[in-house]
């Protein structure tokens, strides 16, 4: 079987050469649009499956494997920050308090007609962050293409007082979900 992960994220690409399965990658050209009244996991499955049918028209007898990971806190989601004014703005919001990452999964193997969506929660608990933290933060550059804007896997790590459920959740693609849901498939 031939893998494809649906994804520019670099960090979807190092959880999946961690788990050893052999993919190419094929970054999706798809509008990522979803429709009202969605609930945020829902939102979360809908941009993987919109990923996932965006590269099975140019790979029809691969297993595709796409994501979406957002951010929720308050009913709120919070995507990838538009800009630096933006990325504080997310963190002030986050200080102090627990808030979920949802990932949304979506594998296809369109040649099989099979297709599984599932999505993968985990509770996130921020430390209270100071003005001059956030700043400092904003200003490595790293939040800016995360939902949340925050990476736990990089110097986002110092915001985190705890989490329960799956890491690799919070980084981008539940790992161990992941593998198992591939083998059922």
């Given amino acids: ?50 990923k996932a049918n965006a590269v099975a028209c140019d790979r029809p007898n691969a297993c595709i494997i796409a994501a979406d990971t957002i951010v929720v806190v308050d009913g709120a989601i ?9 990325a504080a703005r997310m963190l002030r919001l986050l200080s102090g308090r627990e808030h979920t990452v949802i990932t949304g999964v979506c594998l296809l193997n369109a040649a099989a007609a099979k297709k599984n969506v599932f999505s993968q929660e ?39 007082e705890s989490i329960a459920g799956d890491y690799f959740n919070v ?6 979900r992941l593998m198992r849901e591939l083998r059922d498939l």
């Fill in 78 to 86: 919070l995507g990838k920050p538009k800009d630096t004014a933006d």
């Fill in 171 to 176: 980084v981008g693609l539940p790992l161990a």
């Fill in 1 to 50: 079987m031939t893998y494809i992960l649906a994804s520019a994220s670099p960090r979807r690409k190092e959880l999946l050469e961690l788990a050893q399965l052999p993919f190419a990658v094929h970054v999706p050209n798809a509008e990522e649009i979803i429709p009202p009244g969605l609930a945020p996991a829902q939102c979360a499955e809908h941009i993987a499956a919109i």
């Fill in 122 to 160: 985990t509770a996130v608990r921020f430390y209270p962050l100071s003005d001059e933290e956030i700043k400092a933060y904003v200003r490595t550059g790293e939040p800016m293409d995360k939902a949340g804007a925050y990476g736990i896997q990089g110097r986002g790590a110092l915001l985190v």
